[in-house]
Each structure stands twice: as C-alpha cells, then as structure tokens.
C-alpha cells in the first residue's frame, strides 16, 4: 500500500469515528465530498485494502495482446533486425498491415535487446540556427559507403540540402568525389532549382586550394571557377560540427536509404540514381520543415545549354611550344598546323576537359586540331592520394594492371643474351675430327 494510500485511511478512520467531518476529509484529501463518502463505505465494509484501487496490478484495458507483441518482435528478428523503432514501426504497417506505435515497438525492441536507449548512445553537437530562407545556403557533401551493401562496390553519395528547411535537394551516386561528379550533380541541381545564393562545403580540394602559393588558377579550383561563373558563392566550413546539417542527413540516409535500396532490390549506381527521385519527395513531405520567411533565393539559371557545358569542365590554360606542341596530363599534343596555329606559338590557348572523356583545345573559342601522343600512362609512383579519392584511385590502378600483359620469368639463356645459330652441336667424335684437323 503506497503512502498516499495509508493517509487516505487514516482520514477515513478519523470520519468514521466522528472525530472529522466528511467536508473537512475533502479537503485534506484534495477529492469531493462524494468521493469521500465512497471511499468511507468501502472502508466499512472491506477495511483499509478496500481504499487501494481496483485497477492496481491488473492489465490496462488498452493492452496489445502478447501474440502482437511476438508477432512484431518476430518480424523485427527476420527482416528489420538493424531498423530504428520509428522506421521499422513505418514498414510493420507498410508492409505487413501491422499497426503499433513507434514508442510501443521502441519498449519491446529495447526489452528485447534490439535497440539501445538514447542515454545509451552516443550524444551529438546541438545544431545551430538555420538559415531563414530557402535557397540562401545549401550544404553539399560526399559520403563513402556501402550503400548497396554486399550487392554492389562501395560508392559515394553526394548530398545536396538546404539549410533553411532540411530538405534534399539533389542525391547523386558517383564512384568517388571529385570534381567531375560534382559537375555532374550541379548541372542536375541547377536544372531542377536554378542558383543558390551560397554552398557550404567542407574542406576537401575540390573546394578549395590547399596551398595558399600555388600558382594559376586565379587562387580557386575548378569546381569554384565554375561557380564564379555562375554566380554562385562557395563557403567552406571549419569543422565538420559547423555543417551538421549534411553530417546528420548522411548518418540518416545511411540508415533509412540503404534498407529502402535493399527493399525495392537495386544493386547499381545507375539504378539508386533513378531511385533517389521518389526518395527525395517522401523523405522531404516527411521530414522538411517551414522556413522561417516565405522567399526563395534561388535564381533561374539563364545560361544556354552549350555554355553550361563549357562551364561546367576541368578548363587550364597551356603553352604551345616551337614545334606547336603542348603538355596535358603526362600527354604530348601537336596542334595540327593551320592558319590559326601557327601564330599560337609562344602562345597559351585554353584546354578543356568534359566527363564524357572529350577533349579540346580552343583559341579565343575557337577549336584546334591536334593529335595525342604518349597514350599509354601510369598513376604516377608514389602519387598523394586523398583518402576520399583512394577507392577510385585503386579502381584506376587495378584497371590498368589488369590490362598489361601476365607476368614472366626469364630464363638463364635469355637473361644471358644466348641466341641459338640453327647449327646442330657436334658430338664427341666430331670434335675429335675437328680438333684433329685443325692441327
């Protein structure tokens, strides 16, 4: 019997020896009156155990019955054994027809050992304020990850999303971050939502120049050359803290995309990249919140398609030499000669690389003939690979190798430099005779 209980009792004993009134009880016991004088006749007749409540220790009248509870444990075990309480509760009703609220599941998950508390996990940076308009600052980020699990290599996803109201703006698997697949999923985001007024990026080199004395270039890369272009400013954070925003939106989308991927059975890029569409609109109308004021800074994109193109490619500028020859990428080019061309030596003209693999060398816009020499290449030995980049440096190199001739051992004679003469050697009564003969 709880304190609350045995005070009760006590008042009660007191009405009924006449020691206290029934209005006074009341108002010790903060009830009514009429429930004082309930409570007073089930302590005449059944004693002070009558005061208890009669629904103490039974089972609540709303109470799933223990088969559900088995039944969504068991369902749990077999297909969602990894899920949050929240996404799993979501695919029992989706994909099953059975309805149990998130923190009912998330109580049976944790008592039976298949999810841990939060005071259990580990705790994060409380987030900053957002930004109050859509499309003022959107933070970008690459995410190495197996996101088709075994089905497939481990790739990265490039996640575009506005700070201002967490949305996503533009998935993209690609086989590493580069400046390429960046290219690749601007040109999509700048087709679909037009300019943003500024992205958050981390430090990776696709964004910025690592040395502060490295020569050409203006003093930015080539993915922020192509923003300037456009209009476009690009912000690097100094922690990865500063832009949690997109550091939690890729813990999620670890989470909740690759089990969505597993689901609908996809197992390559090109096909999660048709996916992420739909993706991207559920995620959205679930998660999403209002901006804090109704504009939207994102600008139309008024550059023709042509000069998006060129925009959007690796652009350097190189010297052509007396025998109108140039360097590119370990490459010796020769202009084919042409009026244009020979009065471009001593000159730089403008180099342009698409991710389709084309290349062109243009002179105040106009294209020159050329032909590559030295086609066969290396990864340069001991090159400084980022870690971000090693997957498709080693998928570089593993394609090149595989690509070269079997190895082979040499043997004595061909180490040796032996060279048989077709002469049949004489045998040991022919060398008698020959030795013979030439005395």
């Known amino acids: ?253 670890q989470d909740r995309l690759v089990k969505e991927l597993r689901l609908a059975g996809i197992a390559d890029r090109e096909a999660g990249n048709g996916f992420v569409a739909g993706f991207m609109e559920r995620f959205n109308a679930q998660f999403a919140v209002t901006p804090a004021r109704p504009e939207d800074l994102h600008r139309p994109l008024v550059v023709p398609a042509e000069r998006l193109r060129d925009i959007l490619c690796w652009r350097e500028r190189r010297y052509v030499g007396r025998q109108l020859t140039l360097s590119y990428e370990r490459q010796r080019i020769m202009l084919g000669e042409t009026d244009v061309t020979r009065g471009l030596v001593g000159q730089y003209v403008d180099s342009y690389a698409f991710a389709d693999g084309r290349l062109e060398f243009r002179w105040q816009g106009v294209a020159l003939p050329y032909t590559v020499f030295d086609k066969n290449q290396r990864v340069t030995h001991a090159a400084v690979v980022e870690n971000k980049r090693l997957s498709a440096a080693l998928a570089q190199v593993k394609e090149m190798q595989d690509a070269l001739p079997a190895p082979r051992m040499q043997t004595n004679s061909e180490r040796i430099g032996y060279r048989r003469t077709g002469r049949k050697p004489p045998g040991r009564q022919g060398a008698e005779i020959i030795r013979s003969a030439a005395e």
């Not at 302590?43 to 109470?63: C, D, E, I, L």
């Not at 969602?80 to 599941?105: I, M, Q, W």
């Not at 679909?192 to 430090?203: E, V």
Request: with cysteine; net charge positive; aromatic share 8%.
């Open 1 to 253: 019997m709880s304190d609350r209980d045995l005070r009760r009792v006590e008042v009660l004993a007191e009405v009924a020896c006449g020691r206290l009134t029934a209005a006074a009880a009341a108002g010790v016991l903060a009830l009514s009156e009429r429930q004082v004088w309930r409570l007073l006749r089930r302590y005449r007749t059944g004693g002070g155990g009558a005061v208890v409540h009669r629904a103490r220790g039974r089972s609540s009248n709303r109470r799933l019955d223990d088969g559900v509870q088995d039944l969504a444990l068991e369902l749990v075990r077999r297909h969602y054994r990894d899920f949050g309480p929240t996404l799993a509760a979501e695919k029992l009703a989706e994909r099953h027809g059975l309805v149990v609220s998130r923190e009912t599941l998330r109580g049976w998950m944790v008592q039976a050992e298949l999810w841990l508390p939060r005071a259990q996990r580990r705790q994060f940076h409380r987030p900053r304020l957002r930004r109050e308009r859509l499309g003022e600052l959107v933070q970008i980020d690459g995410s190495e990850h197996r996101w088709f699990e075994d089905r497939a290599e481990p790739c990265t996803l490039l996640v575009f999303i506005d700070d201002a109201t967490g949305r996503l703006m533009q998935l993209r698997f690609v086989s590493s971050e580069s400046a390429f697949s960046y290219f690749e999923a601007l040109g999509g985001y700048l087709s679909r939502h037009g300019r943003p007024l500024a992205f958050y990026s981390d430090k990776h080199t696709v964004f910025r120049v690592a040395r502060s004395e490295a020569k050409g270039g203006q003093g930015m890369t080539q993915f922020g050359r192509a923003l300037a272009e456009l209009g476009v400013e690009i912000l690097c954070a100094n922690s990865s803290q500063a832009k949690g925003r997109v550091e939690r939106a890729n813990r999620t989308l």
